[in-house]
Every structure is written in structure tokens, then in C-alpha cells.
């Protein structure tokens, strides 16, 4: 054993010339074993990296057509829902009455809770009384209304919600800013879209403000869609109007504590 120990040795070749490469990981090296690498041990061939292969996502192609809302008819097209609806709240601002009561369903929810800015706070008990009336039996047995200010999107309590022991959070007048995937209890967005005469809108403007006058058009999560209008309006009636976007928010919209930025660079 030690004579061929000493034979292998003998014929080994220098560390100069060692020709060996290591891919990956080296094993540990016990501290009895030579540093140098047995003469019989094979040369492993340097390749040159290959590169990770792309992960491909194949996504369904959605249809051309309107998506049709999950929303039952025996709920919207309910003619004692809307009859409260049309007598007990404002009929320009859509609080999505029928959205709600299906997904306090779904959830099961039997203490559900309202959060509302304060703009909208002297709606919430029509709200609760429309919503006890209509959800299914068992389900809605008791409303809560939590009457802490409500700043912002930010500002979404389902700690109280949870503290209260509240099953479903009902949030008015915001955008999703807080992800309902990160709330201590089942969250429901209500944006709330007010409807306004964009045309009486436009008109004002033009009248104030001659013809090439740059514009940009923002509002909040309520004037959404009369944003996009009006800016199509008054792009026709050459006035170049955009819409600016601080994602994550919608295009055009802002908050208290939010706004796009380097806004004189978009023209």
C-alpha cells in the first residue's frame, strides 16, 4: 500500500499543470488527504454557461364581448331593492348596492362592517338598513359603522373590523390601494361613482380658456370615468388634454397624499 502510494506521487503532476476544473460545488477536503489531486482522478472539461432557460406564461385571451357580472338577477333586478335605492340615496352616486349584498353572501358574512369617508359618512345608516333588508336569512344580523376619520385609500380599518369581531369590511369611496389579500378580514372596495354633466364641464373650460391650451385632467377615484370623457372632449375641441398616471392608481386619479409627478415634462 505505501509503495504504490509513493508510486502515484512520484508520477503525479505539478499543481502548475493541473488541468482540473471544478462546476458547481467542491466537496470539503478532509484535513488528512493530500492538497494535490490523485494523478488518476479524471480532468472534468470547463463548458462554458449555459443560459436559464425563460419561463413561458400562456395566458387565455379574454373575449372581445362585455364581461356579464356574477351579480344574480334575483338581486339586481330586484324591484323592492331598487325602490330603496332610488328613495333613500342620491341617484348620481353608485354605491353598488347589488355587489354588496351578493358578496355578503358569498362570504357568509353575519357582522359586516361600514367604513365611509366623511363626504359620504350621512349615507351609512341607509346603507345598513338597504343592506339587513335584502341579504339572505342569517347572513347581515348586525352592521357596524366605524366612525373613525377616515383619511384615505390608506386608512382601511379591518383592525377595528377584527377587534370588533366583524366577518366583512365594506370600504366606501376609495381606491384598492391596500390589497384585500393583505387585510385581517375579508375587504369589499367601494369605489362610489359620481355621475356629473361632463359636457357643461367642458364647456365651462372652453369658455374660460382659448383654443391650444394644454390641460391636464385629474381627479378622484369617484370621477374616473367623467375624466377620460372630458379629456376626450376636449382634445376634439383643440384643447390637448391628458391624463397622467401615478401608478399604482388608475390613470388620472389622485389622492390627498398622492399625485403624478414632473408633470410639465409631459408635453
Not at 462554458?48 to 357580472?69: D, M
Amino acid at each position: 500500500f505505501f509503495h504504490a502510494r509513493a508510486t502515484l506521487q512520484l508520477f503525479a503532476p505539478a499543481a502548475s499543470q493541473s488541468t482540473t476544473f471544478f462546476a458547481g460545488k467542491a466537496a470539503p477536503q478532509s484535513p488528512n488527504m493530500s492538497s494535490e489531486a490523485p494523478a488518476e482522478a479524471p480532468a472534468v472539461a470547463a463548458t462554458a454557461p449555459t443560459k436559464p432557460r425563460r419561463r413561458r406564461v400562456i395566458r387565455k385571451k379574454r373575449s372581445a364581448g362585455p364581461l356579464k357580472s356574477d351579480v344574480p338577477d334575483s338581486i339586481s333586478q330586484n324591484p323592492a331593492l331598487l325602490n330603496a335605492i332610488s328613495s333613500s340615496l342620491p341617484r348620481d352616486y353608485e354605491f353598488e348596492i347589488a355587489k354588496t349584498i351578493h358578496r355578503i353572501n358569498q362570504a357568509k358574512a353575519h357582522h359586516v362592517a361600514l367604513q365611509l369617508p366623511e363626504g359620504l359618512l350621512m349615507y351609512a345608516c341607509s346603507l345598513g338598513d338597504i343592506l339587513k333588508a335584502f341579504t339572505e336569512p342569517g347572513r347581515c344580523e348586525r352592521i357596524c359603522i366605524l366612525g373613525d376619520v377616515t383619511y384615505g385609500a390608506c386608512c382601511v380599518d379591518d383592525l377595528s373590523a377584527k377587534a370588533l369581531g366583524c366577518d366583512l369590511l365594506v370600504h366606501y369611496g376609495h381606491s384598492c390601494l391596500v390589497p384585500i389579500t393583505e387585510t385581517v378580514v375579508k375587504c369589499l372596495y367601494v369605489f362610489v361613482e359620481i355621475r356629473i354633466d361632463v359636457q357643461h364641464l367642458v364647456d365651462c373650460f372652453c369658455a374660460t380658456c382659448e383654443e391650444g391650451t394644454q390641460v391636464f385632467v385629474m381627479g378622484t377615484v369617484q370621477f374616473r370615468a367623467a375624466v377620460v370623457e372630458a379629456a376626450k372632449i376636449l382634445n376634439e375641441r383643440n384643447r390637448p388634454a391628458m391624463v397622467p398616471q401615478a401608478k399604482p392608481l388608475s390613470p388620472g386619479e389622485v389622492l390627498g397624499c398622492t399625485a403624478p409627478a414632473d408633470l410639465c415634462d409631459c408635453f
